[in-house]
């Protein structure tokens, strides 16, 4: 089964992941070995992070190109991780220029600093009337008193709930397979250097492993993530 990673930051030079090409080839390289075949490249789009959405396009050309030449199989798709707090400050134009896999509908949202808030469930809304649906980026790292009725109104909303492979692999994500929240993975890996890498194997199979979501494991590493970068709504089937 070729596996789809929806969350990387393996552009070079972008932001604050791949450092230059050679570590872009680098990632390109442990996608590879993982059986990933299409990677989405994710640089944040946020204010602290001078990444030019019309420049997404040439630049992911450019690494498939470099890929090809390499002998590289696997490739990189377009998309962006938009922080919540540069929503509104974004034209449909630009939003629909940072959906992953262009395909036009899904953005990877970045919710802000601190718990996940009733902000956040207004931000995915908001996109909604936009026409676009939101893969909500690592919940994990957004803990809160509330945050399991959080997540369940996020999902009511529409959003798609992505957790790091990282974090699944080391066994912390026990409660949110058992409440049914995640729907997609992603690496979020920054380099080749360290720090994640650009896995989802291991940590697909721990996941779907587990009683509540066993059933639905080539959903999970497959069906969602391929409708995601088609633009596609995909029937959550739990």
């Given at each position: 089964?070729?596996?789809i990673?929806?969350?990387?930051?393996?552009?070079?030079?972008?932001?604050?992941?791949?450092?230059?090409?050679?570590?872009?080839?680098?990632?390109?390289?442990?996608?590879?070995?993982?059986?990933?075949?299409?990677?989405?490249?994710?640089?944040?789009?946020?204010?602290?992070?001078?990444?030019?959405?019309?420049?997404?396009?040439?630049?992911?050309?450019?690494?498939n190109?470099?890929?090809?030449?390499?002998?590289?199989r696997?490739?990189?798709?377009?998309?962006?991780?938009?922080?919540?707090?540069?929503?509104?400050?974004?034209?449909?134009?630009?939003?629909?220029?940072?959906?992953?896999?262009?395909?036009?509908?899904?953005?990877?949202?970045?919710?802000?600093?601190?718990?996940?808030?009733?902000?956040?469930?207004?931000?995915v809304?908001?996109?909604?009337?936009?026409?676009?649906?939101?893969?909500?980026?690592?919940?994990?790292?957004?803990?809160?008193?509330?945050?399991?009725?959080?997540?369940c109104?996020?999902?009511?909303?529409?959003?798609?709930?992505?957790?790091?492979?990282?974090?699944?692999?080391?066994?912390s994500?026990?409660?949110?397979?058992?409440?049914?929240?995640?729907?997609?993975?992603?690496?979020?890996?920054?380099?080749?250097?360290?720090?994640?890498?650009?896995?989802?194997?291991?940590?697909?199979?721990?996941?779907?492993?587990?009683?509540?979501?066993?059933?639905?494991a080539?959903?999970?590493?497959?069906?969602a993530p391929?409708?995601?970068?088609?633009?596609?709504?995909?029937?959550i089937?739990?």
């Amino acid at each position: 089964m070729s596996l789809i990673d929806l969350h990387c930051h393996i552009l070079p030079a972008i932001d604050d992941g791949a450092l230059d090409l050679a570590d872009t080839l680098g990632m390109a390289r442990q996608a590879e070995r993982d059986g990933i075949a299409l990677v989405c490249a994710t640089p944040h789009v946020r204010h602290d992070h001078d990444v030019r959405i019309g420049e997404l396009p040439g630049r992911v050309a450019a690494v498939n190109e470099a890929l090809e030449a390499a002998g590289l199989r696997v490739r990189v798709a377009p998309g962006a991780e938009v922080a919540e707090t540069i929503v509104h400050e974004l034209t449909d134009a630009e939003l629909r220029g940072c959906t992953l896999g262009g395909g036009g509908r899904w953005i990877l949202l970045e919710p802000a600093p601190g718990p996940l808030s009733e902000r956040t469930v207004a931000t995915v809304r908001a996109l909604a009337r936009r026409g676009l649906g939101t893969v909500l980026a690592h919940p994990e790292r957004h803990p809160g008193p509330d945050v399991n009725a959080r997540l369940c109104e996020l999902a009511a909303a529409g959003a798609l709930i992505q957790l790091t492979g990282a974090f699944v692999l080391d066994g912390s994500a026990d409660w949110f397979v058992a409440e049914r929240l995640v729907h997609v993975l992603g690496s979020d890996a920054h380099s080749s250097h360290g720090g994640r890498p650009v896995e989802l194997a291991a940590a697909l199979r721990r996941l779907t492993a587990a009683p509540p979501l066993a059933a639905h494991a080539s959903w999970i590493a497959a069906t969602a993530p391929a409708a995601v970068v088609a633009g596609r709504q995909p029937a959550i089937p739990y």
